[in-house]
């Protein structure tokens, strides 16, 4: 889930222009120019992110809901 989202970042910059900023294109401008610790500290910041709300969702599964029962 996390590659596909932030891995398409062409499609936003061609539909909304540039001046919206998206993550993905953050990023990428961010590897772009060398930046490579805001690069890396912003991907584990996403990162986290989904790790929490996964978490926060099995979290609010019951045992059945949670393994398919």
Not at 35 to 63: D, G, N, Q, T, W
């Amino acid at each position: 889930m996390f590659i596909p989202i932030l891995g398409e970042y062409l499609a936003p910059q061609i539909v909304g222009g540039t001046d919206g900023v998206m993550m993905g294109n953050l990023i990428d401008e961010f590897q772009k120019e060398a930046l490579y610790a805001r690069a890396a500290s912003i991907s584990l910041l996403i990162a986290a992110f989904i790790v929490l709300l996964l978490v926060l969702f099995r979290k609010s599964l019951s045992a059945r809901e949670a393994y398919g029962a």
